[in-house]
Structures are given as C-alpha cells and as structure tokens.
C-alpha cells in the first residue's frame, strides 16, 4: 500500500466510536477490507453490537498468533482535538484510540495484507482482534475458552510501547470480601455486630499478607492494595453490612492461583479467630506474563525494530522493557502460561486513555515495517 493509503486505514478507524462497545462496526469494517485483499475473515458477533474477528494464514508445525482489540476507553471531556475526527497536525494524529490501540491494530491488519499480497506468508499466523480489552476482557475470555490460544506458539500484542519490546508484563487481580454483621442503635453496640470491624481486621493482615513473597526477576515485587471500602448508612446505627475491593498485580513468582489461596487462607482465619463473617469473591483474574529477554525470539524482534526505528531519527532507539499493566495476553496465556508474549506497537504510550489522546504518524509507519519483518523472521 502507498503512504496514504495506510494511513486512510487508521483515520478510519478512529472515526469509528467503539467506546466500550459497538466493535462489530471496526470488525465489519475490517473484515471487509481483508476481503478486497483475498483474506476471509470469520466476524463472532456477540451482546449489545460485540464482536471478535479472528483469521488463520499459511500452514506450518508453529503458529504465531497477532492480536490487538478493537474497543476504546471511553471518550471524557476537554477535548482540543475532535476525537473521532482524525485530524492531522505535523506527525501527530488525533483521537479517542489512536494510540491505545487503534494504530497498533492497522498496522497488524496492513502488514498482514501487505505480506499476503506479496506471497511472503511462510509459516501459520492467527489474526486475533477483540472486543472489550479495556473493560472486562469478554472478548478474550470468549475466544481463550474456545480454545483459540491453545496451540500458540509465540504472541505479539499490538498495545502502543513507541517501538520498545516489553517482554513482560504483571497481571492483574481484582477482588471483592464482604462482611456480614448485625445492626442495632449506636447507643447499644454490644447488642449487634459491626460489619466493619472484619474487614479493618482483613485490612491490617493484608498490609504485610505478602511480604514474603520473593521479588520475580522481571517484575519485581508483587504489588497489592486495598482500594474501595463501602460501610454504614448513617451514624447512629451500626453498619450490618460491609465490603472491601483490592487489586493486586500478580507476577510469574507469584501468580493469580497462589495470590487467590494467600486471601482464602486470611480470610478463613479471620472467621475462625476472630468470628468474623467475610465472604470472599474474585472479580477479575488477568494472568502475568513474562518471556526470556535472552531468547531468540524476544532479541529478534528487538533488533527488527531497533533497525526499522533507525530510519526515523526522531524516534528513540527501541529497547526492551516491563510493565506492570496487563493486556488480552493475560486471558490467552491462562492455560498456557508459559506462552512467549512480546507486546510492540507505536507511540504514544504516555497519552493512552487521556483527552487529545495521539499517535505519531511516522511510529505507526515504522512499526508495520517493523511487523512485516517479525513476522518473517519467526519463520525463518
């Protein structure tokens, strides 16, 4: 495709509002394209206007799986920027996705065609676009219980890293510990009880619950944290109901299983010790993932993009990378959790999910030359 061309993709892309939702309509719009360039596309239409689409290309012992998503975060206020206009100032392109993860996504879509095209298909790739990475993942979820992760031999995610390999990633774990009690006036405490007092007990022993617990060599410590507590209607009455939420951002030490016995195990003595009445509830469960930044795969797409980014000197030389935030590759790797990820895509990471959110036009350039070559060298 010429420049213009590709970039006609993204434009059109972002003037589609798949806000949390409403992904069939990127999803018909791709799966069309793909058929003006020989490829069919299987669209899996799912609740209110959702949808995933999914293709496999080529044959071969090993699959490579792609995979980007098709939703937004949602649009917010205070925008300078149209955000579904797709407008254009010198090297930045404007709007609610551009960054996270629109751009990443055309560029897998165009250097997937680009390669068919050529005849330059020489191993099995499994296209992956989802619905709902931003809020709940049901889009992978959907796609990993039907099996769709489980021959993968490597991954990449197109999430926006500015060229950067990010080799590992934590998980995230999201849960919800109520507390029963039994309410009665404030003037007679002893006659009720306080739904509140289990969880500042809970809330104490969670302060230290994973001290223990040994850094991971490419995540570091484990990370955890009370972050909503709901109590109480008015002062005078004792509170016979209660509820905490927590996040925790698991690591390969340390993973969702463990993370999920280390709370049973506190809270259950909690209700022995100290009569308390918690009930405990997982509320999302997204996987960490880590590959060997020493391996061949991981340093081979390091150097494709650290040689495709050399052609853009305003644009920092790619190096690899951790984060701690989580992606659809933590649903795909649940039962297969030591799946090689590698996570590359273009700028902005530091403008995602922000108002006047953009991509660099010559970052979005670069990484679908820098796909193009990845995805070759796999096979190689």
Same mark, same amino acid.
């Given at each position: ?17 798949? !806000?949390?939702?409403?992904? #069939? ?7 069309? $394209? ?22 496999? $290309?080529? %044959? ?6 792609? *995979? ?5 975060? =949602? ?22 996705? *551009? !960054? ?12 997937? #065609? ?22 709940? *993942? ?10 769709? =992760? ?27 510990? *109520? ?13 009720? +009880? ?30 955890? &944290?009370? &972050? ?6 008015? +002062? ?5 109901? @209660?509820?905490?939420?927590?996040? #925790?951002?698991?690591? %390969? ?9 280390? #709370? ?5 003595? $909690?209700?022995?010790?100290? @009569? /308390?009445? $918690? ?10 993932? /880590? ?90």
């Amino acid at each position: 495709m010429e420049r213009d061309e590709r970039v006609q993709i993204l434009k059109d892309l972002i003037k589609i509002n798949s !806000a949390n939702g409403n992904e #069939i309509e990127v999803a018909n719009y791709l799966k069309k $394209l793909f058929k003006e360039h020989g490829i069919e596309a299987k669209s899996d239409a799912f609740g209110d206007k959702r949808a995933n689409l999914t293709f496999d $290309l080529g %044959r071969g012992d090993k699959v490579l799986g792609i *995979t980007g998503h098709m939703d937004t975060v =949602a649009i917010g206020s205070g925008w300078q920027h149209d955000p579904f206009a797709s407008e254009i100032e010198g090297d930045k392109l404007y709007g609610r996705g *551009t !960054a996270d993860m629109k751009s990443g996504l055309a560029a897998q879509v165009i250097a997937l #065609i680009e390669l068919f095209e050529a005849h330059k298909i020489n191993g099995h790739i499994r296209f992956i676009a989802t619905a709902g990475e931003e809020y709940g *993942t049901p889009g992978a979820n959907r796609l990993e219980k039907s099996g769709i =992760a489980k021959d993968l031999d490597a991954l990449l995610v197109g999430e926006p890293t500015g060229g950067n390999v990010v080799y590992a990633h934590s998980g995230s774990y999201n849960y919800r510990i *109520t507390s029963a009690g039994q309410s009665v006036h404030s003037s007679e405490p002893e006659r009720g +009880v306080n739904a509140l007092e289990g969880l500042v007990d809970y809330c104490l022993v969670e302060r230290a619950l994973f001290d223990d617990v040994k850094p991971d060599p490419y995540l570091g410590n484990i990370k955890h &944290t009370v &972050t909503i507590f709901n109590a109480g209607e008015q +002062v005078n009455t004792i509170p016979d109901k @209660a509820e905490l939420r927590g996040n #925790i951002r698991p690591t %390969r030490v340390f993973n969702n299983d463990q993370v999920t016995a280390r #709370i049973k195990e506190a809270v259950e003595k $909690l209700n022995q010790e100290q @009569a /308390a009445k $918690l009930s405990f509830e997982i509320l999302n469960d997204w996987w960490p993932v /880590a590959s060997d930044p020493d391996s061949e795969f991981v340093q081979s797409v390091l150097k494709d993009s650290q040689e495709t980014f050399a052609k853009y000197p305003d644009h920092p030389t790619p190096e690899l990378r951790t984060i701690n935030g989580a992606t659809d590759a933590s649903v795909f790797v649940k039962h297969q959790q030591n799946l090689p990820v590698i996570v590359l895509g273009p700028d902005e990471w530091s403008v995602a999910h922000q108002v006047d959110e953009y991509t660099t036009i010559s970052s979005y350039l670069a990484i679908i030359e820098t796909y193009k070559q990845v995805i070759q060298h796999y096979f190689d």
